[in-house]
């Protein structure tokens, strides 16, 4: 049995590996060390006859998982130690393994599922979420981009809901989660652990899902995916642009986004932008996931990962000083060096001796 004290819980009942986030008091925020776990015993129970499917679930009762372990991220920054880096770079190696997985990989995405949190579940083969799942990419809020399949899961949804969210940082609800592709089925919280259960006899995916089909609810409707003015003011070439249409249109809601956009890091949202442009014509999840770790490690240089992550996570005061700290302000060559080769070099997903392309998100 797991100590009660594990960042992770790892064990297996019936035929179901079970893997539980277990920082609770941090929403179950992930560090290296659980990134680690994570993979072994994925890896461990691929090769397992005796384990015909696993879950993933958060300890607690706020959430699956709040994000990457900001703290540490941001302190790796400013010592320069190179940690932040090989961080991402495992993580982003289990996202896409995740979504590659031979075995039905199931994800209770109830309560805070944010960042790093959508990376260990929304790439899973089935992902439920319920009437407590905020689900969301917050990254611009701290000066920083989207990453973990983000810029993938979000350039892929229906019209610009997917630039709307990246830009805004906004999380969504189970129905809207479920309309853009974030998520599979709506279930109850209060039917979680039932389902838990009855997933330990499931022998392979045709047993997941009748058991998921069991439990499942009809979901709150989405509300984003009918606003129309997010695709008549998103589909603009330049966050400026996008701005100006938000302010310009009339729907209240419309404006509390530019709003919104306009207090995130200008160089954030820019990089943002470029990055979800450029996700679209990547051919899949391992080749934009190259693209974050550049992304990700460029941005270990910006004052304004650092300074968010102050003002939001450190000292609270929710007045980051951004630099620049206007959209007019921000370069092209600032944009354009995030996306320049990494100090270390690429994940190595994407090219020559990276592994199969496979069925993006593996068994249904």
């Known amino acids: 049995m797991p100590a009660a004290d594990d960042k992770v819980l790892v064990r297996v009942e019936g035929r179901l590996g079970r893997l539980t986030l277990n920082r609770p008091r941090a929403i179950n925020a ?28 958060g300890a607690g009762e706020r959430g699956l998982c709040a994000g990457g372990d900001i703290r540490a991220i941001s302190a790796s920054a400013r010592a320069g130690d190179g940690a932040a880096a090989a961080f991402w770079r495992d993580e982003y190696l289990l996202n896409e393994y995740i979504s590659r997985y031979p075995k039905p990989y199931v994800a209770f995405m109830d309560g805070v599922v944010m960042g790093g949190g959508v990376g260990v579940s ?22 920083f981009v989207p990453d973990v399949g983000g810029t993938y899961l979000l350039s892929r949804a229906p019209g610009e809901t997917g630039t709307h969210l990246a830009l805004t940082a906004e999380p969504v609800g189970a129905g809207d989660a479920l309309a853009l592709g974030l998520a599979d089925h709506y279930v109850p919280a209060g039917r979680l652990a039932d389902l838990a259960a009855a997933l330990t006899g499931a022998a392979g995916a045709a047993d997941v899902a009748e058991a998921v089909g069991r439990f499942a609810g009809a979901a709150p409707a989405p509300t984003l995916v ?21 302010r310009g249109h009339g729907d209240p809601a419309a404006a509390a986004a530019a709003d919104t956009i306009l207090a995130k890091s200008p160089t954030s949202v820019k990089v943002a932008l470029a990055a979800l442009r450029r996700a679209r014509e990547l051919p899949g999840l391992a080749e934009v996931l190259e693209q974050e770790y550049r992304v990700s490690c460029a941005a270990l240089a910006s004052s304004d990962f650092v300074e968010g992550v102050r003002a939001r996570i450190i000292d609270k005061d929710r007045d980051p000083k951004w630099v620049p700290d206007t959209l007019a302000g921000v370069a092209g060559e600032d944009v354009a060096r995030h996306f320049l080769p990494a100090p270390d070099g690429p994940l190595g997903l994407a090219g020559p001796g990276a592994p199969g392309p496979g069925a993006h998100r593996g068994p249904a």
């Open 226 to 246: 009918r606003e129309r003015w997010i695709d008549a003011c998103y589909t603009a070439d330049t966050a400026e642009e996008i701005v100006e249409r938000l």
């Open 30 to 57: 992930l560090d290296h060390d659980m990134v680690t776990a994570l993979r072994e015993a994925l890896t461990a129970w691929e090769h397992d006859d005796a384990v015909a499917a696993v879950l993933v679930d």
């Open 122 to 143: 929304a790439h899973g083969s089935v992902r439920v979420v319920t009437e407590r799942s905020a689900v969301g990419m917050p990254e611009t809020t701290i000066g």
